[in-house]
């Protein structure tokens, strides 16, 4: 079944010149099994297609239940450069957890 990422994980996010860094994580050990499989750098880049322009890299940290996630080239050039008037990288994380991902409907956090 298709499922948000918010009903599965949690996320924070920050940036550090045009680079985006975002901290994924599952509440479960089952639940980051389906992440490390199916947040994939394809998928995240298809995601982010308006604003990442360049390598999405991730990093499995299984000590953690976390991926470790960087966008290159994703913030206008970063805070002293973009025009934005929002906080660059602040907000990545909650756009991530709308992405959707293929998920079992057995997982922890989607039984009632």
Known sequence: MKVPLWKIAHARSGDKADRADIGLFAWDAPTYAVLKREVTAERIAAHFT??????????????????????????????ARSLRTDNLGKNIAAALLRMEIEAPADLPRLTP
């Open 50 to 79: 308006h604003i990442c322009h360049g390598a999405v890299q991730i990093w499995p940290l299984d000590n953690i239940l976390a991926l470790k996630i960087v966008l290159d080239s994703a913030l206008q050039g970063g805070a």
